[in-house]
Structure formats: structure tokens, C-alpha cells
């Protein structure tokens, strides 16, 4: 695969896709940004891109991926998903989708700690390219590489992807810790169990639990959790605030992907039995059936058990 070829098509103009078109200008290559409002067709853009990045909500990937379906493609095209997200129909992951729809295409996955707010000052961060296709996972890494942005390739999609999109779930249960002001300790213990249900939930989607201590994983939720930034911990410190799911979301600026993801992750660990406690009642919170003070005691009034981080499936 080439290594200059610099022609990029970013899908979605929101603050995400803003932000990794930011960066892939720093390269010099030629950015081209499709969103809904574009007057341009999208397939008559990406005929000649030779990297195609969706940044749009989960809520869009399936039409653009059926956009794409039908497009004309160069044959060495590039897919890249940056979106963090489960799909409410098929509980399918971003990757999963674009895979099903476009298979002929090798498919990247971008996720990590990155707050688009912070990446657009210039300030340092550092993300995960990760492909089946290691060709394709360094050509993309090199289009998004700079000084002051240092681009991880990995050989664990679906790993990387989770990492980034159940992370969103624990974020609002961070957030709204935070808001009632319960302390580091309630905290940090609420983020270090959580990461034991994320690696269960990642280990049944086929993901190696070991991606979920890198960057994508520990790193994303650490930076979403300690971070008023983050659209999914303000939804959680705005409910601690007493505001509504609605007043919370309504309130907050673009997508808290956290909300849907949590619908989605309910009913695939039911139907799975896989244990979530943080991201169950963080989902009864949302939807009205608990009090965020019987949550708090609900998670601490738990039954006693030992930690058994040696059997993270069960
Ligand atoms: N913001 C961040 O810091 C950040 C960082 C990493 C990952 N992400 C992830 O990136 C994704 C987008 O986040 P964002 O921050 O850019 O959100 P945002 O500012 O709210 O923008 C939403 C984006 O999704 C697109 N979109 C929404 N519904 C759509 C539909 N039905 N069909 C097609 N496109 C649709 C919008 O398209 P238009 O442009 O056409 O309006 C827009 O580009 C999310 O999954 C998020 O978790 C965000
Ligand atoms: O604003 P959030 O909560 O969607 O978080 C943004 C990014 O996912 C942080 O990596």
C-alpha cells in the first residue's frame, strides 16, 4: 500500500469529525468533509479518496455504510469508524456494521482518549489505529501522526472499539458520583470495577481483554471519567444536579453516546447473562425506575464477594 497517497474523505461534521480533519490537515493531505447538509454527492467525494473516515453518531453509520455500499471506490480505499456506539436493532458494533455492508474494503478502527475539544487547541494526545490489515492500520496511522498527536496501531478492532463505547455508560455513572460530590475513593473504586465488566462484556464480542488496559480501554475511561468535557459525564452530573434524562441531554452539546449504549448493553447482557452491575444501574437511573441514591446503595449494598480479577468472563 502507498504511504503518500493523501486524498480523505471525513464523514460528519460535528465536533469529532472537525476535529480528526484538524488533524489529517496538519499532514497535508487533501481533506474533504461530507455531512448532511453538503450540497456534493457523497459517492461522487469518495471516488477518488483513498481513505474514507466515518465520524458521524451511531445512529447514522448504517445509512452512510449503505451510501458507501453502492459508491465507486478506489480498490485499495481505506475504511476508517471513529464512531463510539452500539446499534439499538442489532446491537452491532460501528465495525461490525461497516463490515457487514462493505466487507471488500480493509476496515480501521480509531478510538482512545480524545476529547475533540482538547485535540483542536493542539494540545498532546494519543489514539489507536487497529485493523485485521496491518498495512492499512499504519497507512492510516500515518495520516493522523504528528507531533502532537502519537497514533498506536493494534491488531484488536473489536477490542478498541468497545473500550471506547462502553466506556460512555461508566462515564455517566462517573459523572454523576461526581455531582453528588462522593469523593475520590467512591470514584476511582467505581472506575476500577468498572473496567472488570467492560473487559466481560469486550471478552463475548471476541475482543483479547488485555486491549482493554491500553489506551482505548483504561486510557479512554480514564479520560472521559475525570473530564467535564466528556458529553456522557456531564449527562450523569446534571441528573446529580436533579435535572431529567431530557434536561440532561437537551442541555448538554452534541452526542452523549452513553444513553443508547447503555439500552443496548442491558439487553445483550440479559439475554447473555453477562454481569454489569455499574452499567445496569446506571440504565435503571436513566430510565426513571431508581432514585441516584439507590443506585449509590444499591452498587454498595452488593452481596460480599471476592475481587476474581483471574476469571473476568464470569
Ligand atoms: N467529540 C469527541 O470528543 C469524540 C471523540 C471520539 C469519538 N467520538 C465519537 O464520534 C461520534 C460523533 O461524535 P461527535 O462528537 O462528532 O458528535 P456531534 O458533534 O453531536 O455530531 C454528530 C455527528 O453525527 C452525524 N449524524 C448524526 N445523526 C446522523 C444520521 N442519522 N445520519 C448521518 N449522520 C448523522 C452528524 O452529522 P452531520 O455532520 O451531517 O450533522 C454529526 O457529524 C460519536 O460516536 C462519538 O462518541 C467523539
Ligand atoms: O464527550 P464524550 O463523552 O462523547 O467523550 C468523548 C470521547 O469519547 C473521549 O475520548
Redesign the pocket.
Known amino acids: 500500500m502507498k504511504s503518500d497517497l493523501k486524498n480523505v474523505t471525513i464523514i460528519?461534521?460535528?465536533?469529532?469529525?472537525s476535529a480528526l480533519a484538524d488533524l489529517v490537515q496538519r499532514n497535508d493531505c487533501h481533506v474533504q468533509i461530507w455531512?448532511?447538509?453538503s450540497q456534493s454527492s457523497l459517492a461522487a467525494l469518495v471516488s477518488n479518496s483513498d481513505a474514507i473516515i466515518s465520524?458521524?453518531?451511531?445512529?447514522?453509520v448504517r445509512?452512510?455504510a449503505e451510501k458507501l455500499q453502492t459508491a465507486k471506490l478506489l480498490p485499495h480505499a481505506v475504511l476508517v469508524s471513529?464512531?463510539?456506539?452500539l446499534e439499538p436493532t442489532t446491537g452491532k458494533t460501528p465495525s461490525q456494521i461497516w463490515q457487514s455492508l462493505v466487507p471488500n474494503h480493509p476496515l480501521v478502527v480509531l478510538s482512545g482518549p480524545?476529547?475533540?475539544k482538547e485535540i483542536m487547541e493542539g494540545k498532546p494526545a494519543a489514539t489507536v489505529v487497529a485493523s485485521y490489515n496491518d498495512d492499512a492500520a499504519q497507512f492510516i496511522q500515518n495520516i493522523f501522526a504528528s507531533r502532537n498527536f502519537r497514533v498506536y496501531t493494534n491488531s484488536d478492532p473489536i477490542g478498541v472499539e468497545l473500550g471506547?463505547t462502553l466506556k460512555n455508560v461508566i462515564a455517566i455513572a462517573v459523572g454523576a458520583c461526581d455531582g453528588l460530590n462522593l469523593g475520590t475513593n467512591a470514584k476511582s473504586a467505581l472506575i476500577a470495577r468498572s473496567l472488570i465488566e467492560i473487559i466481560r462484556v469486550g471478552v463475548y464480542f471476541g475482543a483479547q481483554p488485555e486491549t482493554f488496559w491500553g489506551l482505548s480501554g483504561l486510557g479512554d475511561l480514564l479520560a472521559t471519567c475525570n473530564s467535564n468535557l466528556s458529553r456522557n459525564y456531564q449527562v450523569g452530573y446534571a441528573i446529580a444536579q436533579g435535572l431529567s434524562l431530557d434536561e440532561a441531554i437537551a442541555q448538554v452539546q452534541?452526542?452523549a453516546?452513553g444513553v443508547n449504549t447503555a439500552n443496548v448493553l442491558i439487553e445483550i447482557s440479559d439475554r447473555e447473562k453477562i454481569s454489569v452491575p455499574v452499567s445496569r444501574y446506571v440504565y435503571r437511573l436513566l430510565k426513571g425506575e431508581i432514585t441516584l441514591q439507590q443506585a449509590v446503595e444499591g452498587l454498595m449494598e452488593r452481596d460480599l464477594k471476592p475481587e476474581n480479577l483471574e476469571n473476568l468472563e464470569l
Open positions: 460528519g461534521s460535528g465536533a469529532w469529525g455531512s448532511r447538509q465520524a458521524v453518531s451511531i445512529k447514522g445509512t452512510i471513529a464512531t463510539k456506539g480524545n476529547l475533540s471506547g452534541g452526542t453516546e
